[in-house]
């Protein structure tokens, strides 16, 4: 199965697409302002949906990289921020989140058009955004509040401070390019750290959204530096002598690269990886329940979500209604323009997404998998679309059901009793997420206690501002989301006094 270029065949007249701001684009954003970027080489930005270059941004050189990690290093050393107290921070990240909201109609349709998203997903990307600004914005307090700590043999006792770590390197991944650079853009702005943002080159447009809200909201020059391009702009941020901590969101092979650079640089670094996570259901499960939930948990954005269930390991007794429920429930939902407000499944991000969900389908056919709905791509002339795939007589050793796929694809196992369920949830080199359906509420919550990943839902699948979201062995290292992702962004220091 090799690409093609075209239409979705939906039968429907694809919606009008709205101009965007920005297409065409020559600068980097540095020191408070934006500049001419130094770099030859351009990326360019492709709609996955009409496969038509649209825009194009810089592939930022050696010069432009050095630009912005020297803004941000000067306004950490001798710039007014990390001086500022974190309520201060705190309330100037309350006016960043207004500003957010107010790009939000901007944001969603430049974000379509990069990455294929639906308009109802990209729609909600910015009151996301704003959400997780505030919340990092209430937790001020952990930083304010003095640590005093006695020695264990009296005497003595130990300030703790919270130190900003310094400047940072904030790589997000085109899937969610605004809500993944956020939730590390937030708690590093609140400890005090300058930044230097780089998107996925795919998606290199839409976060400029963010970076304008961030001026408007009067944020003092160079902390927050924004630079695209590729691999090579990517590990001279990563390797930048200036570069204090790296926080990347991608794919497991990139996260494994960076992580030994970091380690040889002893640097701090937080990665947040791949996942091939597993829907565990119990034979006691309401399937009309679980339909409601299925596409959000298992397929969300097309299934390019890191943390979904595409693993659904379903009770011998019940397989066959299973496969039945999750045949209908994915057949039954809308694939087309992602700018025609019914849409569910859009297309692959990219080309070479595109081809790498057909090389699983090619896999999956091959070693005996039966695909109850879909199971190649979508009988289209342009545009890169997989039709929404379930496949069923999934075994353990199939690549379906060991590798991330990153498409519309479910694959659905059988066993037969709990114990073997839970061997197989925890058979994988991953460890992100997951999700128990029950209608016993207390039994769901002794299986998933025993699943060995970072995140498992009851019933549902959802990320919890207030609640640290990571992953275990190849799905990353560190956690984003609430005080534990938040300190990922400061370096203790203990300070010891006498007492009485």
């Known amino acids: 199965m090799s690409a093609t270029d075209a239409r979705p065949a939906t039968g429907r007249t694809a919606p009008t697409r709205p101009e965007p701001r920005w297409t065409h684009v020559d600068d980097l954003y540095a020191d408070g302002a934006w500049i001419r970027s130094t770099a030859a080489a351009r990326l360019p930005l492709v709609d996955p949906a009409t496969g038509r270059e649209w825009g194009s941004v810089p592939d ?3 010069d432009d990289v050095d630009a912005a990690l020297s803004a941000a290093d000067r306004a950490f050393r001798t710039g007014p921020w990390p001086r500022t107290t974190p309520s201060q921070r705190a309330a100037l990240l309350l006016r960043i989140a207004d500003e957010v909201e107010a790009r939000a109609a ?16 990209t729609r909600g990307a910015a009151a996301n955004a704003a959400g997780i600004l505030r919340h990092v914005a209430g937790l001020a307090s952990w930083l304010e509040d003095e640590d005093v700590r006695p020695f264990p043999a009296g005497g003595a006792e130990t300030v703790v401070r919270r130190d900003p770590v310094g400047p940072c390197v904030l790589i ?20 005090g750290c300058t930044v230097v943002m780089k998107p996925a080159p795919g998606t290199s447009l839409s976060i400029r959204f963010v970076v304008e ?30 570069t204090a901590k790296v926080a990347f969101t991608g794919s497991t092979p990139v996260g494994r690269r960076i992580a030994a650079a970091c380690g040889e640089l002893l640097r701090p ?10 829907a565990i259901v119990l034979p006691d499960a309401d399937l009309e329940q679980m339909s409601a939930a299925l596409i959000r948990t298992c397929l969300r954005n097309t299934g390019q979500t890191c943390y979904v269930s595409t693993r659904i390991l379903a009770p011998s007794e019940r397989y066959e209604e299973v496969v039945d429920m999750v ?37 999956a056919h091959e070693e005996g998998a039966r695909a109850t709905v879909g199971g190649r791509p979508a009988d289209t002339e342009r545009g890169w679309f997989i039709e929404p795939t379930v496949f069923a007589d999934v075994t353990p050793g199939m690549r379906i059901a060991r590798e991330e796929v990153f498409g519309p694809v479910v694959s659905v196992l059988r066993y037969d009793d709990v114990d ?8 994988t080199s991953f460890g992100l997420g997951g999700v128990v359906f029950s209608a016993d509420r207390e039994a769901a919550q002794a299986v998933a206690e025993r699943m060995d990943t970072g995140s498992v839902g009851v019933n549902f699948f959802g990320s919890n501002h207030n609640a640290p979201f990571g992953g275990r062995h190849d799905s990353g290292l560190g956690v984003e989301y609430g005080i534990e992702g938040l300190s990922q962004y400061v370096t203790f220091k203990s300070i010891h006094r006498r007492t009485g």
């Not at 349709?109 to 997903?121: F, K, Q, V």
């Not at 590390?184 to 400890?191: E, G, H, I, R």
Request: glycine fraction near 10%.
């Open 420 to 427: 073997e369920a839970v061997a197989l949830a925890n058979d």
């Open 106 to 121: 901007d944001t969603a349709l430049t974000n379509t058009l990069e990455n294929g998203s639906p308009i109802s997903e």
């Open 60 to 62: 930022c050189s050696a």
């Open 172 to 191: 997000a991944p085109w899937n969610f390019p605004i809500n993944l650079m956020v939730v590390k853009l937030a708690p590093a702005l609140l400890a």
């Open 269 to 278: 670094v937080t990665l947040e990886l791949g996942g091939k996570s597993s």
């Open 327 to 363: 045949t209908r429930t994915v057949g039954a939902a809308p694939q087309g323009d992602p700018f025609d407000e019914r849409t569910v499944f859009g297309p692959m991000a990219s080309r070479a997404q595109y081809e790498a969900v057909c090389d699983h389908l090619e896999s």
């Open 213 to 242: 809200a961030c001026e408007a909201a009067g944020l003092p020059p160079g902390v927050v530096n924004l630079v695209t391009g590729g691999g090579e702009a990517g590990d001279r941020l990563v390797r930048h002598p200036l």
